[in-house]
């Protein structure tokens, strides 16, 4: 069995972890190893930077390249292996969470992101120019709005939880943005839809691209 590599995107806020589990399930049902993993974090360094960029203020260039800095670690210690073992790897979060929030988000510049994603992810499991990018990107859309209403009150926000609504929209701009330049490694879900539809349009969309039986 190939490697497969899926990522799970969106605001916070948008309800994506609940599914990320179940996907998990059905994948382990299906026969697969499944390697469930998340962003920023997934190795003990990255995790030792996921705090830092969730809780220290910083500037948009320092905090893309913590983000970097993590990916690239959690990428050749954890990603790498596990899609050259056959794994379906599911990731929550991963490169387009940096265009979104640090991109669209912060407003940081896209051609310098654009270059520290072609450094990151150069890898020489692939041939040149051995980009890795995931097979399929799931985002959770959400209304910023509808997203507040649900977080409101759910825990202590961190740096980007306790962002205004206005953030979140330009985030939200952002993936529109990664998913209109690369239209076919997206499946947009409508997130604002009951759990068990969002669900249903996740799995629908997994099995119509034949990743899952
Ligand atoms: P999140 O994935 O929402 O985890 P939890 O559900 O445990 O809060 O938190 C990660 C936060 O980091 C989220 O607010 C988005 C942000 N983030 C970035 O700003 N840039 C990135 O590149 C990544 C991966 C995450």
Redesign the pocket.
Known sequence: MSGLFLTFEGI?GAGK?THIEALAAAFRAAGRTVTLT???GGTPLAEKLRTLA?NDPMDALTEALV?FAARRDHLLQVIEPALARGDAVLC??FTD??FA??GGGRGFDLAVLSQLERWVQSVPALPAPGLRQPDLTVWFDLDPSVAAQRLAGARVP?K??SQPQEFFARVSGGYAARMQADPKRFLRVDAEQSRQQVWHDVQAGVRARGLLP
């Open positions: 916070d972890s998340r962003e920023p969730l983000m929550d979060r969470a940096t929030y640090q961190d980007f939880e």
